[in-house]
């Protein structure tokens, strides 16, 4: 029998939880209930408005909707778990010391070429993280909304490519800019620690404070943990590797975007938990 209710379903043990909004397929409104074990989903059911469970091919399809909603926060979504807002409040640390960068001479002549870079990369860094908290703000009110009205309109899918492409453009130059001056942030700190103390001691100070928020304990750990997601980010795009960054982030923006308009979901790992039976 395939309308029965949920709870026939759920396993032993399993915790349960009903998604915030539903699912309209062929002009019905679908319910999606996730159970899971130790944190990791274990189960997905789909059922009517009525609370019985609905036919397999329904449920695929609805869930095909559920992946490809989930699918344009993904990036935001392991973002957020790791970093915790500490690259918003790296940020903030940056824009307090990055002016000893700014004094020419510093640190030397032969130096102030990669220094410049690293100046560059970190003003990249602070201008995108401004827009990327915006960003993250305006899903956080698109997915309030969509709780609020139970369902996900057209409009809203709109708006979630739209900001999903942002997003993902923000971060992927952010994120190449910060590779990219991986081995002059280790040269600084070891200049620093060679050189520092023969300065002045304003410049002393300055290029300390400077020195230990780009340390491997603050934001170069927060760098590395950025520079980590390329990846996530570049999956199942073709993109090229050898253009300069400005190049490379403008023909991301325009593959994630044909990617968005044709991205379907790994059914083949989804099936397996989906419960519901066949007609």
């Known amino acids: 029998m395939v309308n029965k209710n949920p709870k026939v379903y759920k396993k032993m043990l399993e915790n349960n939880h009903t998604l915030p909004y539903k699912v309209r397929v062929d002009g019905n409104l679908y319910e999606v209930i996730v159970y899971s074990m130790l944190g990791k989903i274990a189960g997905i059911i789909v059922a009517n408005l009525d609370g019985l469970t609905v036919n397999r091919d329904i449920a695929e399809r609805v869930i095909i909707e559920v992946q490809k909603y989930s699918f344009y926060f993904d990036y935001l979504k392991k973002r957020t778990q790791i970093m915790k807002e500490r690259d918003s409040v790296t940020a903030e640390r940056i824009e307090g010391v990055q002016r000893i960068l700014n004094e020419k001479g510093l ?10 870079e690293l100046n560059l990369a970190l003003e990249v860094y602070k201008q995108q993280q401004r827009k ?3 960003y993250q703000e ?25 900001l999903s492409l942002a997003y993902a453009i923000a971060a992927y130059g952010q994120s190449l800019y910060l590779e990219k001056t991986r081995d002059t942030r280790k040269k600084m700190l070891k200049w620093t620690q060679l050189h520092g103390k023969m300065l002045p ?4 100070r300055a290029l300390s404070k400077l020195a230990f928020v780009l340390s491997e304990a603050q934001a170069g750990h927060i760098f590395e943990q950025i520079i980590s997601l390329i990846p996530m980010l570049e999956n199942d795009l073709n993109l090229n590797p050898n253009q300069d ?35």
């Not at 001691?201 to 002393?204: E, Y």
């Not at 593959?255 to 938990?273: N, T």
Request: hydrophobic fraction near 35%.
């Open 107 to 116: 640190f030397g002549e032969k130096f102030q070429s990669e220094i410049d």
């Open 201 to 204: 001691a304003d410049q002393r």
């Open 132 to 134: 990327l908290d915006i």
């Open 138 to 162: 305006d899903i956080a009110l698109l997915n309030e909304k969509v709780e609020a009205q139970q369902e996900i309109l057209e409009e809203d899918w709109n708006h979630a490519e739209d």
């Open 245 to 279: 960054i400005p190049a490379r982030v403008k023909d991301y923006g325009k593959a994630y975007e044909a990617h968005c308009r044709v991205y379907e979901p790994p059914m083949d790992k989804i099936r397996p938990l989906i419960r519901n039976k066949k007609a």
